[in-house]
């Protein structure tokens, strides 16, 4: 008899998101709580002068009972009223109802659920199928040209207004047109979110990461651009190679794929249409006039409104509801009003994977008592402990550890600026005891940060752009290994070349 072997299967985001919850608790177990004094800081942005209250790293204490010994608390199976409400078992609603509108989880949760839905009407209209048709038609032989295209023009955007969640929407439209063409999900993805996020860690002025790092830092706001251009361009073009080789090995053997049973739909579709045109008229002209339309909307309203979740999602849903506006009256893929209501449901269902994944991994934050750098918490003392840690060593050494713990700590808080005002406010009079300059301490902050983003599986962002493209997060890592090894051999050269140059 043949034995057959069983492949190893990556396991589900929502179970590792579930046993990363169970480590986090049993950390509680031994973790003694600690806490910050918070303090005011301002600094100037733009010509404007900006405030944000940050903790004072000088002033970390450790809970103490009445006795004078250290406490701990245990994570709870179920939350108590002492413990905030919060436990173990009910992390999932506890996580998906963390947070405002404006961020965290209730915010990005539904700016999913809301693009989802505008896209599942905009996709029912079937303009997108036959714009990427004709787009096949006109660059036969030159696919592979738009990748460099996109990949540049998407990491400026992650550069200079600090781009990430409006990647999702284009992720619906790249990932089936790259199919179409020949390749994969993956390179759709890595031209549209993953380039955002190179240009965000290599930023000269990302005012959502950058700015926040250097203001707490106590150094002029967008200082450093002639060491950070230049980082720019390198990284940008180190990602263009690699996605542009991988993408010419999966024209010539698709099965190659991460994703090649999962874009099997996709593929499928695509080969019936090659045999009958799908028709290209002006109803569907109108719809993609409408989508560029938002796009620039958006654009406009984040660089010069200061546009955030909750607006850039109404633009989407404006989107939407015009496109299925044109689809009934143009009677695009015989589309009536009951069809746009059941494809807006259709879009949003097929993002609700994603939505809930960004609850669940708030529930990581959850258990380990929250960010608060006023509470008592293990993650208050995690922090102090690395921290404490990483003196005694050669300054290069001290900076790289800085990128290494910024690296592993964006696992726990995802936002960059939420991050910075957490880390930055004791990264930088850290550096100044090992003798590291603070502008090399931000370079540590910036790609340590965003690089991270396009594999932890508790980035809301990367999960809602995996959904969108119908890719598994174990699919993508295990193609994103590769690339994220990449990346932390130019950061940690980055980050020496910073030190040795004398960054400041």
């Not at 698709?254 to 109803?283: C, H, I």
């Not at 015989?334 to 746009?340: G, H, Q, T, Y």
Request: hydrophobic content about 50%; some cysteine; overall charge neutral.
């Amino acid at each position: 008899m043949e034995k057959t072997r069983k492949r190893f299967q990556m396991p589900h985001t929502y179970i590792i998101i579930f046993f990363v919850i169970l480590f986090a608790a049993v950390l509680t177990m031994f973790v003694p709580l600690g806490k910050y004094d918070t303090m005011e800081i301002s600094y100037m942005q733009n010509g404007e002068e900006r405030t944000r209250t940050v903790l004072d790293p000088d002033s970390f204490q450790y809970v103490l009972d009445e006795n004078g010994n250290k406490v701990t608390k245990v994570a709870p199976l179920f939350g108590t009223e002492s413990f905030g409400g919060q436990g173990i078992l009910n992390y999932v609603f506890e996580g998906m109802t963390t947070g405002d509108k404006n961020g965290t989880a209730v915010g990005i949760i539904a700016f999913i659920l809301v693009v989802g839905g505008a896209f599942g009407i905009v996709l029912r209209t079937g303009a997108v199928e036959s714009g990427i048709m004709r787009v096949i038609n006109i660059s036969q032989g030159k696919e592979i040209l738009l990748v460099p295209i996109l990949m540049t023009l998407f990491s400026l955007g992650g550069a200079v207004f600090g781009m990430g969640e409006e990647t999702i929407p284009f992720v619906m439209i790249l990932v089936p047109m790259f199919i179409a063409m020949g390749y994969d999900a993956v390179v759709g993805i890595m031209c549209s979110y993953v380039a955002t996020q190179i240009g965000f860690g290599t930023s000269w002025q990302n005012p959502f990461s950058l700015a926040v790092a250097q203001g707490i830092s106590g150094i002029p706001v967008m200082s450093g651009a002639w060491f950070r251009v230049p980082m720019w361009i390198i990284f940008t073009v180190a990602a263009i190679v690699f996605t542009m080789r991988y993408a010419q090995k999966i024209k010539k053997n698709p099965k190659l794929s991460v994703a090649y049973e999962s874009d099997a739909q996709y593929r499928e579709e695509f080969q019936k249409k090659e045999n009958a045109m799908p028709p290209f008229t002006l109803g569907h002209k109108l719809v993609l006039l409408t989508i560029a339309a938002c796009m620039v909307w958006t654009i406009w309203g984040v660089v010069t409104q200061g546009y955030y979740i909750p607006e850039i999602a109404s633009q989407f849903f404006v989107m939407g509801l015009v496109s299925g506006i044109i689809g009934v009256a143009f009677h695009l893929n015989d589309m009536s009003l009951n069809d746009v209501a059941a494809a807006f449901e259709k879009g949003a269902a097929d993002l609700l994977g994603a939505a809930m994944c960004v609850g669940m991994a708030q529930g990581i934050i959850i258990v380990l008592g929250g960010t608060s750098a006023t509470d008592g918490t293990a993650l208050n003392t995690i922090l102090h402990s690395i921290s404490q840690a990483m003196q005694g060593f050669p300054p290069v050494i001290s900076a790289w550890l800085m990128y290494i713990f910024q690296a592993v700590f964006n696992f726990f808080v995802v936002s960059g600026s939420g991050q910075a005002a957490l880390t930055m406010p004791i990264m930088a009079p850290l550096a100044d005891l090992v003798g590291v300059e603070r502008q090399v301490a931000c370079v540590a902050f910036q790609l340590g940060d965003a690089f991270t983003n396009v594999i932890v599986p508790t980035s809301g962002v990367l999960l809602g752009a995996l959904a969108a493209a119908k890719l598994e997060w174990g699919q993508w890592a295990k193609f994103q290994i590769k690339f994220q090894a990449l990346l932390f051999i130019m950061s940690s050269a980055t980050v020496i070349l910073a030190v040795l140059v004398g960054l400041s």
